[in-house]
């Protein structure tokens, strides 16, 4: 992490007490609001730091203050590492639900409010006499309104130790979260003093600020950085960007212009206008670069891909926005150092929570299988990252939007990654063959519906011979082997398509069971065409030499 010369809260609250210096209330309230600003933000990522104290809160050389050691969100998972790792002397600031080790977003809020009442007793009491008032506080209530009644009687304003008062309730049930501390005209006001985009309050350009040149990135790149804390000049010049990213001219500052919209992202997250714009200039910028083999590491880096998920998350419910979001991940995926990035990210979680939610939206459907068939290159961990439910919700996309081509070409391609993965479970084969089928009989003369749906079946039917078995059994109109002949003589011409057919019969040849029915429905006669027509073709050739050496034996035997 970066370096903080001023060392942590602690270390300033030994110094008050040492001086008998007070803080002032104006410092608390910067404070408060900084605290706030972040919490909120860190819920949103569902994130509780769970063990929140002065010595956990950094400060920056202008006395901003900055929530340090996350990690210990993740080893307090682990009831046995709490033991060892956070001595008693160290559990003065933590919620009484969470000395049971039970933790909520509520937890932090118990342990902000008890930072406040420490820096708020600097004068009042020692050290060691405000940690054991903290640890009286969680079984009595009491103990709290006897010291605010003293602090409000001689240095701090009754607002103020209200607030305390609604962070210091030992039932987390009674307990404010971060965001209902929002709405509080105090808290409102804390948020404003450390310029926080929850107060509400946007500040506005000045009259005297010159505008940027159209046209040139410099002008407009020096002015987002000018006025980046202002939500009116980063929406205009994103509109600027918007216009001249789609040109080849960008490529020069792709780097420049990327972090500066991701910094606009960042610090107005909450605006609509801004985060669309900014998506679609990302997406200017990822097609531009892929276009022309510029591998830029500031455009496909996890920089991007946080920036992207925040707005998925704070947006969670906009189909445009989250449309554009999937559709960005998708064109970033084209890039082959991203795929593991993301999953780290957590951006196979987000996406396919978008496409559940979402699934009847086209636009969505169609970016999130994209993106999705993208992310399975980091094979260790694709199958964890996938979980479960990934095949239902892509199998629902596909029932969802049978007719629709563009829909189910990705679906099927995602589906063939899940299957290579070993996502399936074994109770979810034959409903997906099933499904596989319909595709291929409704886009029979679709090439990539067609190619995709075969190399899905090729791999369900290597790990399943009841995928095999149910390719053979009779079906609705027609069997699985008549729908593979028709899918031959539609793209007999085609060896891309060819080759999955092939692939798919070799897969099929492998089980003892299902070669009789193939030769039955002469398969033989047509795999002997396609080796002849294939004859240079040598991945043709061979899976077809392979598939009838199989059906010649199986025929040696049965006779």
């Known amino acids: 992490m970066e370096y903080f010369p001023l060392g942590n809260l602690l270390a300033v609250i030994k110094s008050k007490h040492q001086n008998k210096e007070k803080f002032g209330e104006m410092m608390i309230r910067k404070f408060i609001g900084q605290m706030v600003d972040a919490l909120v933000y860190m819920n949103k990522q569902n994130i509780i730091h769970r063990n929140l104290k002065s010595t956990n809160i950094v400060l920056t050389e202008d006395f901003s203050f900055v929530i340090a050691d996350l990690r210990v969100q993740m080893e307090m998972n682990d009831e046995m590492k709490v033991k060892i790792r956070i001595k008693d002397g160290s559990k003065s600031c933590m919620a009484p639900e ?23 007793t600097c004068t009042a009491m020692n050290q060691e006499e405000t940690a054991l008032l903290l640890q009286k506080i969680r079984q009595d209530v009491h103990n709290l309104e006897n010291i605010l009644q003293t602090l409000q009687a001689t240095d701090y304003s009754e607002d103020l130790c209200q607030v305390l008062r609604m962070m210091l309730k030992i039932n987390p049930n009674d307990r404010k979260t971060a965001k209902e501390l929002v709405a509080i005209p105090y808290i409102k006001e804390c948020l404003v003093i450390c310029g926080s985009p929850l107060s509400g309050f946007k500040k506005k350009l000045p009259h005297h600020a010159e505008l940027p040149q159209e046209g040139n990135f410099e002008s407009i ?39 500066s919209v991701i910094c606009a992202m960042k610090t107005h997250v909450d605006c609509l206008e801004l985060e669309m714009k900014a998506c679609r200039v990302l997406q200017h910028l990822a097609c531009q670069a892929l276009l022309h083999n510029v591998d830029d590491k500031t455009l496909f880096s996890d ?19 989250l449309s554009l979001c999937c559709r960005l991940l998708m064109i970033l995926s084209g890039n082959d150092g991203v795929a593991e990035m993301k999953q780290t990210a957590g951006c196979i979680s987000d996406l396919l929570r978008t496409l559940k939610t979402f699934s009847r939206n086209r636009d969505i459907c169609i970016s999130c299988c994209g993106a999705l068939w993208s992310l399975v290159e980091n094979k260790a961990s694709a199958k964890k990252a996938f979980g479960a439910d990934a095949a239902r919700i892509i199998a629902s996309v596909i029932q969802s939007h049978l007719h629709d081509e563009e829909v189910v070409e990705p679906a099927c391609c995602a589906l063939w990654a899940l299957s290579l993965q070993g996502c399936l479970t074994e109770d979810q084969y034959e409903i997906t063959v099933l499904l596989l089928l319909d595709a291929l009989r409704t886009h029979l003369e679709k090439h990539g519906v067609i190619k995709n749906a075969y190399l899905a079946l090729a791999s369900l039917v290597r790990v399943s011979e009841l995928a095999a078995f149910r390719i053979i059994l009779p079906y609705t109109e027609s069997d699985g082997v008549t729908l593979i002949a028709d899918s031959y003589r539609q793209h007999c011409d085609d060896p891309d398509v060819v080759e999955t057919i092939c692939m798919l019969i070799f897969e099929m040849v492998q089980y003892d069971n299902t070669v009789e029915e193939l030769v039955s429905q002469n398969t033989k006669e047509m795999l002997t065409e396609i080796k002849m027509k294939f004859a240079s073709n040598e991945e043709i050739v061979s899976l077809t030499a392979a598939s009838l050496v199989k059906m010649e034996d199986k025929l040696v035997r049965s006779k």
């Not at 950085?225 to 020069?252: P, V």
Request: charged share 20%; net charge negative; proline share 1%.
């Open 221 to 259: 790149l020096e002015f987002m950085q000018t006025y980046r804390d202002i939500e009116e000049a980063q929406i205009l010049t994103l509109y600027y960007l918007d216009e001249l990213s789609a040109g080849q001219d960008a490529l020069s500052y792709i780097p420049d212009i990327t972090q």
């Open 303 to 321: 920089l991007v891909t946080d920036a992207v998920l925040e707005t998925m998350r704070s947006h969670s419910t906009n189909e445009e926005l």
């Open 98 to 120: 969470a000395m049971e080790f039970t933790f909520s977003a509520k937890s932090d809020i118990w342990s902000l409010g008890c930072i406040i009442l420490e820096m708020m």
